[in-house]
């Protein structure tokens, strides 16, 4: 038998090979946004036909975040990838329907820049206030804008979720970010609210607005013993208001049985909006190969 040929060596490639194929990828994502620009434009008519609806599907934005987190690999942070997919929903929400994001910056300007500008981009204006009350007021009166701000309302406390009370006001769609982990570049929690959708929300955690006749150490206990949480508290009228996330699947009634089997006498309370579970990446090994 005569002896075994040597493999040939594969080709080393070079700088300029590389730069190439960085090219190529280049042109073939760009060339995939303008392909999904062309489907919005068909979704763009077949919504009209339809009579319009919402373009904002917060239950889906949240489903793509949490799926891109799980899946993502390699060197490239997960903050740039997350980033790069918030800007391109957002532009695309705002090409079927222009909107602007109504913020409150009384904590200051910074953060709340910083979370509206990762989550949303720059397309979309950006829109300061000086207190939640104030981003209620301008969704509440806009067409199909939006509202950002913190879930401790800001120094100027007061029980803002009460806004949110009447059939036709504001409610909460998200909160933000999507993808929580300690070094999230724009990690404040926020809420996002606007005038009530009639489909595509997330209900895996529900707010209630509870007004009660007064407090009780033991209503963080209970409520936690239900799966429930208190979120903000704040003095309303000559009672207390409460506000208050509890899981979706649990019965609307729950939260206020268990305050009132735990002695509250008079208990109040109203649905405000819903969001998704949250999700913490910070287990997630987005270096692995």
């Keep these: 038998m005569g002896e075994a040929k040597p493999e040939a060596e594969a080709p080393k490639l070079t700088l300029a090979d590389l730069r190439t194929d960085i090219d190529r990828i280049d042109k073939a994502m760009h060339e995939l946004l303008m392909e999904r620009g062309r489907i919005i434009d068909r979704l763009i008519e077949i919504k009209a036909r339809q009579g319009g609806g919402s373009a904002f599907r917060p239950a889906r934005e949240a489903s793509m975040m949490r799926a891109i987190a799980e899946r993502h690999r390699g060197l490239l942070p997960l903050d740039t990838v997350e980033g790069i997919w918030r800007i391109i929903i957002s532009t695309f929400t705002y090409m079927q329907a222009p909107y602007s994001v109504h913020v409150d910056v009384s904590r200051g300007d910074a953060g709340m820049r910083d979370s509206a500008r990762f989550h949303f981009g720059f397309t979309v204006p950006c829109v300061p206030h000086l207190s939640a009350v104030d981003v209620i007021a301008a969704v509440a009166g806009s067409t199909g804008d939006l509202g950002m701000f913190a879930l401790d309302g800001g120094p100027r406390m007061d029980a803002w979720w009460t806004r949110l009370t009447p059939a036709a006001a504001p409610k909460v769609i998200a ?115």
């Design 175 to 289: 909160r933000l970010p999507f993808v929580e982990r300690a070094d999230h570049p724009a990690g404040m929690p926020v809420f996002v609210i606007s005038r009530p959708l009639p489909d595509g929300g997330a209900r895996d955690v529900v707010l209630e607005a509870i007004v009660l006749d007064r407090w009780r150490p033991d209503f963080p206990y209970v409520l936690h013993a239900i799966g429930a949480e208190i979120i903000a508290s704040a003095a309303e009228g000559m009672g207390l208001g409460l506000l208050v996330g509890r899981p979706g699947e649990l019965a609307p009634d729950a939260v206020s049985a268990t305050l009132r089997a735990a002695g509250a006498a008079d208990v109040r309370s109203v649905e405000i909006g819903s969001h998704a579970a949250r999700f913490d990446a910070s287990a997630l090994r987005p270096d692995a190969p």
